[in-house]
């Protein structure tokens, strides 16, 4: 073997060849988990962290709902949902997993016979460009997507570079074509989001433009540069918009081949001769800078028109990443769990900058990502939990580049706050607390800080310090947040608590005492909002009292945000003892984790909540939004940690299948995802930030951890099997683990982990 | 005296003073000229070829006119009108002079007292943020403006840098002061013009933002960074949007002091304590391609805080190239006739990038200028005529640039045509014709070529050709363009055939026989349209015939554009005269040219064109559009040219006076403005592209022109007065000149051109 193996590394591509990881992973990645209900993935192609999200769209927000809000625009947060019978076209971008919706930038859709502008209806699909479209006809894989639209018997074809989404079209029937170019067409408010569409047709076959937008990103441009693989016979497009000024239409029909379209509502077409069985491709990057940015990225990503090296390319670049865990499970549907969630993890934030560094920046001025690859889609209420630390441990590297990316939002942010909820370079201040301080403070507290400490903690600093935002004032005031004065306010100070705690930990690790005793006493606050009397946190009013009206189940209107008074009252990730003493003793504690599993909790008390649905509940705890994502762990700090064991497996059975309705809540750009893979794994960082991950029950049979820093860290576990889910003993490089925890070092450092399960506890550990 | 002089050149800085032109000339410029009725132009600040053009607003469109075309935005092209008693504010863009409307970037007001965000009414001032104003207390200077706000007495003073405008309001009373900046205001369709605003609170002192809009330049963003001499109290704004995502409302109290502020209809407001007598300043810098650039602008043009400084400046600029003519008239009044067209001509076209050379192209793309100044605001309809021809000879290099610039578009733009009417990077396609031609073959012809004239000459060639403009198709193939096809068919035919004279002379100089016989065959195409039968230029359909409606008198859908039969069938500026023998000979011309000029027109013949008012017309003759002014001097090429002489003198008085209303029409970017400076100089450029001005009688007692090249040519008419309007001899550098007529290059060269006036024609000349 290694005769062999020499002489094929004479040739060097052979020898990359050679030495790339075995695409055979790919086939446990299934992006159509999650597309069903409320998963908010999107099955198109897409590469890791990539720019670009090539996808179809099966449905958009109805025309007629022009200039209101559409409750189904949560249901299409990601352009597809698994039950609809059409493809309404392909579009570029798309948010995995999200809770509110935007984007859906340039829908592409290849249509022949009688050109029809407009998209049709679900229902009647043939009034419009839309076609039908059957799940056996597809195929949906990492980087690769492929559909056959019935109408007329197209194939559609996806792959993606980082900035650039490639389409085959293979057009079975012999006649004319259209690609119709959808500048309307969007996910959000459909009919008023665009602020403004630009498209020039450089030639018969280079098309550039942008689309700028006003949707959840309040101030958005993406350009772009689409190539067709072969010359256009004519083109045109339609407007909708009620025309400002005539002189265009005085001098020139601008309705056909007319090289310049602008308005807020555009729908162009390009026709062509197609031979049957001609494959039409088209290659379609993006830019946030400029449409001379996009031809960059291209040139630079996909200078040929080999739609299958492309797509291989693509394939590649997935298994590279998923080869960073080597795991064998007890079946092939939780393999496929796994590697379909690191997939979703692998997803988001996404590369925000063209090949040259350069990006357009909160203050929509031209910046340029220096020794590092600028990110966006930054869902961090979400991701702070597990999604970050879990990049931090195996893509450490990007995971400090994306703080670096956070630290260049602060620099740029007017408000001079760290990212909330941020994309595309907007601000949108989505859901609580500032949780960038947590992943700031988890990769320096971990070790993995090529950026300036000092600068960040400063960053945290002023953030966890603006007292116009979301009651921050009355917080640092009044050790907490007031209900009469700013809502959520229970969530807000819980959060704010931890966050807090994150920076007393880098101000002592950096030895910033002020800001150390500063933040350390505000990270106690969690205690203002106890109501001993009833064993919840309750909201608090600025006199001092506690709100009278109050109903620990009901989700909506008791001080929390996404979650009531039994889920987020646990939620002190930094003091777990501290608040199981205070709130009644471990005993006491385990109980009452006993009953937020086992009651019953009726519909009518989270209704009102569309992030949270029957699918991500068990009894009264909510797995499928993020506030208790630590909770189960909880019973490692109590005198049963068997049960955070047996817990821990049924959420990964009852949460997690490999189906397009496997996930039991919004996947939350890879947060979701990433709980799946360290709890398979058999470990959790309930609180980033410090070095512990507590240790629940492996699902895996064994897996490989393939370090960036060259080590390896692996966990075994030994007698695997779906009844043997407690953890009999844990070995840790051959020695007794006595703890409920390992740490980071242990695991960076190398070395293996091996637990030793059972169909019974071991109430002794 | 030469000793003192000497003394003083120790010092560098005194020594350019003593250098500097007097600033005595810039009393002659009196900026309200035309700012009542038809002028068109504004009153405000600017430098010369400026950027920013910082004017008072007289009136906006009435808001309530949301989404219909409103007449009254003709009247409001530069913003002001000289009967308005109420000053809205002062914006940072104007048109100077234009028959269509757009700018009015950026309106600032200064109030005090009740803070009100909306402009009121004209009627009933005190309902907004308007004050009313008196012309007693109002000051125009070229490079400064001054008013007193009657509401609060404040006084308001402006002045400019090319990029920066700047503002001194002096409070006179001690109190709460407001500095409105709206970015609702601008001129042109008022409630839907805005496609996207933008404005970054960066510190207490620092604005910055953009603002974006669809009016008559369908895409264009105008970026400022605004500076305070002292710092805000506290700042808010008002949104008229409806708000699409509430995220920023819950978070922040948005209104006030939130530094972020976007949407489609903004107005903020900036707090200051004002004590009486208290001057707060405001440096207003633009740019076209980012903030960034606003800002870079800013920093290398006004640095300092000192008004007056900064006004000295400006004015020594204009005193600078006033002085490129130092003239005597008969009387002040005629010699602020004359610097203040001189003023008028020097305004366009404007600058059109950053101090770095960057600006934003037509594809959107950010360019840099190499090695030249980019301009836009090229209304060329107009400025070819004598507005280019003017600045090709008193500003060469300026003028070089502008074709530079004009190549620039060219090349960026997606129908690979030069610029029609264009500005802010945008082609508008206003009016017709392709004069950028004359502009360039004038620029090759005379010499003043700084460029690849070759590739110069393929842009034109490429722009005549292109089909699909506006009739060429027609055109090219029928040697006509007929009116059943395309509108205005005469005037095109016309237009098209002098710009391809153009290109046939360019042709012939550089050796592209091929092109010169391609187009100097097209040159011949007026003959065309020449209905032998009535005597006037006639609407050919396309079967050949002409058409049968037809009143020679009327302006309105006769085959014109802006113009009757009578006056356009004028016409052939490059055959003169030949078009007089095919209109019957010298004699039957003349008498020709004696009715146009003293029938009458009744008002129904030209009501409905709004560029053609009673103002200017003199008989049947309208001077206060652009058609006929080459046709006085028709005279020339008749047996009377005394005729031209005493009707040149005629038009000077009654068409230019020295008043609000003193215009004759639209300045049009400085066309009306030209025709007076070379008719007053006794010669005219009738036919851009060929050497030769027509001499007339000139108004002036002498003038010297000061050329870039160092040489000076001067003008001298002995016995001058306003009733010695005949040219009884001419003599070139001393000796009798015996044709009707000068060439570029005797100016050039230099020398002294000498008319000998009196009260008699001379019939023998």
């Known amino acids: ?30 992006p159509l988990i999650g597309t069903a209900r409320m998963g908010h993935t999107y099955p198109g192609a897409t590469v890791p962290f990539g720019s670009v999200q090539l996808s179809p769209e099966t449905d958009t927000i109805p025309y007629e709902m022009n200039g209101r809000y559409n409750g189904d625009v949560y249901k299409y947060c990601a352009g597809y949902q698994y039950e609809d019978q059409t493809i309404v076209g392909f579009s570029h971008t798309h948010f995995s997993g999200t809770g509110h919706s935007d984007l859906g930038d340039f829908l592409i859709m290849p249509t022949q016979g009688k050109l029809q502008l407009n998209p049709g209806t679900a229902a009647n699909p043939e009034t419009g460009y839309r076609s039908k479209f059957s799940h056996a006809n597809e195929v949906s894989e990492a980087g690769y997507y492929k559909v056959k639209l019935d109408e007329n018997d197209i194939i559609a074809e996806l792959t993606a570079t980082n900035r650039v989404g490639v389409h085959q079209y293979t057009f079975n029937n012999a006649g004319d074509a259209h690609i119709i170019l959808d500048l309307m067409s969007g996910i959000y408010n459909y009919k008023e989001k665009n602020t403004w569409t630009f498209v020039r047709v450089e030639n018969d076959t280079l098309i550039t433009g942008f689309r700028q937008t006003n949707g959840w990103a309040r101030t958005r441009t993406v350009y772009f540069a689409m190539v067709f693989s072969k010359p256009f016979k004519q083109y045109g497009h339609e407007k909708q918009d009620r025309q400002v ?24 077409y390009f026709d062509f001769d197609a031979k049957a069985g001609e494959k039409i491709k088209i290659k379609f990057a993006i830019s946030p800078v400029s449409t001379e940015g996009a031809m960059k990225n291209l040139v630079a990503e996909a200078p040929g028109f080999d739609f299958d090296q492309i797509k291989e390319e693509a394939r590649a670049s997935w298994a590279k990443e998923l080869h960073k865990i080597d795991v064998n499970m007890v079946s092939e549907d939780e393999k496929t769990n796994f590697y379909t969630a690191m997939y979703h993890s692998f997803i988001n934030p996404t590369t925000y900058m063209d090949v040259d560094g350069q990006y357009r920046g909160l203050d929509m001025n031209i910046h340029t990502a220096k020794d590092f690859t600028n990110y966006t889609t930054f869902s961090l209420w979400d991701t702070y ?55 700031i403070a988890d990769a320096i507290m971990k070790g993995n800080a090529p950026f300036n400490a000092e600068k960040a903690l400063e960053a945290c600093v002023t953030t966890a310090r603006h007292r116009t935002y979301d009651g921050i004032g009355y917080y640092m005031d009044m050790g907490y947040v007031p209900e009469d004065k700013n809502g959520s306010s229970v969530s807000k100070t819980l959060e704010y608590a931890y966050d807090d705690w994150c920076i007393a930990q880098v101000a002592k690790k950096l030895g910033k005492n002020d800001i150390y005793e500063e ?70 504690f385990a109980q009452h984790l006993d009953s937020l599993f086992t009651m019953h909790l009726p519909d009518e008390f989270f209704a009102e909540t569309e992030d949270i649905t029957r699918d991500g509940i068990i009894g009264n705890y909510v797995h499928g939004n993020e506030p208790s994502h630590h909770t189960v762990y909880l019973y490692n700090f109590t005198t049963e940690p068997w049960q955070a064991q047996s817990r821990v497996r049924m959420i990964l059975k009852k949460m997690y299948r490999p189906t397009p309705d496997g996930l039991g809540g919004n996947d939350d750009c890879g947060q979701m995802s990433a709980w799946y893979i360290f709890s398979s794994l058999g470990f959790y960082p309930i609180c980033p930030g410090s070095q512990e991950y507590q240790l629940g029950s492996p699902a895996v049979k064994d897996a490989k951890l393939k370090l960036e820093n060259g080590k390896e860290f692996v966990v075994e576990a030994k007698n695997q099997s779906d009844a043997n889910v407690y953890v009999q003993k844990v070995e840790l490089n051959g020695k007794v683990l006595n703890r409920r925890y390992i740490t980071h070092e242990e695991i960076v450092n190398g070395g293996k982990l091996v637990f030793y399960m059972s169909a019974k506890p071991n109430k002794r550990v």
């Open 1 to 30: 073997m290694k005769k062999i193996l020499f002489s094929v590394l004479c040739c060097s591509t052979l020898s990359a060849m050679a030495q790339a990881p075995s695409k055979e992973v790919l086939k446990y990645v299934k």
């Open 385 to 439: 939990r597990a999604q970050h630390p879990f990049l931090n441990l195996v893509q450490p590297t990007r995971n400090a580049d994306m703080v670096k990316s956070m630290l260049a939002h602060f620099d740029q942010s007017a408000q001079k706050m760290l990212p909330v909820w941020s994309h595309y370079a907007n601000e949108n201040w989505c859901m609580i607390g500032y949780h960038a301080v947590p992943v």
């Open 245 to 268: 000024y005539q002189g265009f239409w005085r001098k020139f029909d601008q309705s056909k081949n007319f090289p310049e379209m602008a308005g807020h509502n555009i729908r162009a």
């Open 519 to 588: 933040f350390i006493k505000r990270s106690q606050n969690y205690k203002n909002v106890w109501d001993a009397s009833i064993g919840f946190m309750r909201p608090r009013l600025s006199d001092g009292t506690f709100r009278q009206k109050f109903d620990p189940l009901k989700t909506d209107g008791q001080g929390f945000i996404e979650g009531n008074a039994w889920n987020y009252s646990l939620y002190v990730p930094h003091y777990p003892a501290e608040m199981i003493e205070m709130m009644g003793g471990k005993k006491q």
